[in-house]
């Protein structure tokens, strides 16, 4: 290979390298770390102790992406199975209103570094109205949890939740790829 042309490869490899995104921080949270998205346009919305919301518009009108993590007290169980019945019960309590219509709710166990976690699915409808008409509103609700017993302390969990609200015509095929991803990133840390 000519140097001109090995220059021209180091310079095209190294551009590609710079123009990478780099990973940000872990958050910390009480025995647990998630990694934050990291493109620019995630804003933080809502943060304490035990929680922090992050969200982004998406590329669409009423369009909006969100990434939550919230420390929960989870109780004693005996089994997975048992794990996986209080997250369902606790997700269908939640959305039991009249604000929501819910089309799917599918928990079931998740291994994830070692420890017996519940990774949820949910697809459901939101009324609401919009602002200056009294015109209800049907926006489109998808969203991936994955809630975690800590190793060392299995009443301590963490909720995490990827979520896309959308109306119907701008749904994305990608979300649910998008999703196991972003969720994926909790880890454990000593408490």
């Not at 998205?37 to 669409?60: D, H, Q, S």
């Not at 095929?173 to 991803?181: G, I, R």
Request: aromatic share 6%.
């Amino acid at each position: 290979m000519k140097p001109a042309c090995i220059a021209w490869v180091l310079c095209a490899l190294l551009g590609a390298c710079a123009s990478q995104p780099k990973e940000p921080p872990k958050i910390l949270m009480q025995g647990f770390a998630i990694v934050p998205p990291a493109e620019k346009e995630w804003v933080v919305a809502n943060r304490t102790a035990t929680v922090i919301v992050l969200g982004k518009a998406g590329r669409f009108s009423g369009q909006t992406l969100t990434l939550s993590a919230a420390i929960v007290e989870l109780p004693p169980v005996a089994s997975p199975a048992e794990l996986v019945r209080h997250v369902e019960s606790m997700q269908r309590k939640r959305l039991d209103s009249p604000r929501y219509k819910l089309f799917t709710l599918e928990a079931s166990e998740y291994a994830l570094k070692g420890q017996t976690c519940v990774i949820s699915r949910i697809e459901m409808a939101e009324r609401t109205t919009t602002a200056g008409t009294a015109s209800p509103v049907n926006m489109r609700v998808e969203s991936l949890t994955l809630i975690c017993p800590h190793p060392d302390k299995p009443s301590r969990g963490m909720d995490m939740t990827y979520a896309h609200r959308h109306f119907p015509e701008d749904a994305d095929a990608n979300f649910w790829q998008e999703a196991a991803v972003r969720v994926q990133s909790l880890a454990f840390e000593p408490l």
